[in-house]
């Protein structure tokens, strides 16, 4: 049988949280973050993007998905909590769904697309 992953206390992931990854929280037992869209088909984007991210990573986020917000929560089932699996997916996500070009051959969309949405919201 597998080693059970070690798990963080509450007051070690808001530190790393704040610190690693702002706009992320803990809530509930699970790290959390809501994305805001400029419409559905930039929703859809999002979620199939933090899918096909998640099943490389072989780890899998809840979300929620409405028409322009989508909300992403990570835990650890099999270890009981909040591991460095969910720290280092909640990174690759953010990394992925947040970039922009930032120059050079690439210019960006001038939409909306996907932008952070509010901690807690």
């Known amino acids: 049988m597998p080693e059970k ?3 963080y206390a509450d007051d070690e992931i808001s530190a790393r949280l704040e610190k690693e990854l702002p706009g992320w929280y803990l809530e509930d037992g699970w790290i959390r973050r809501q994305y805001r869209t400029d419409g559905w088909p930039s929703t859809l984007m999002l979620v199939n993007t933090i899918g ?13 998905v409405t028409w322009a917000k989508v909300w992403v929560k ?17 990174r690759r996500i953010e990394d992925v769904v947040l970039w922009r070009p930032a120059g050079g051959a690439l210019e960006g969309t001038p939409n909306k697309f996907v932008a952070a949405g509010k901690a807690g919201g």
């Open 5 to 7: 992953l070690p798990t």
């Open 52 to 64: 096909y991210i998640a099943e490389a990573a072989y780890h899998h986020p809840d979300l929620t």
């Open 74 to 90: 990570l835990k650890t089932h099999s270890a009981g909590g909040i591991t460095d699996r969910d720290f280092e997916l909640a």
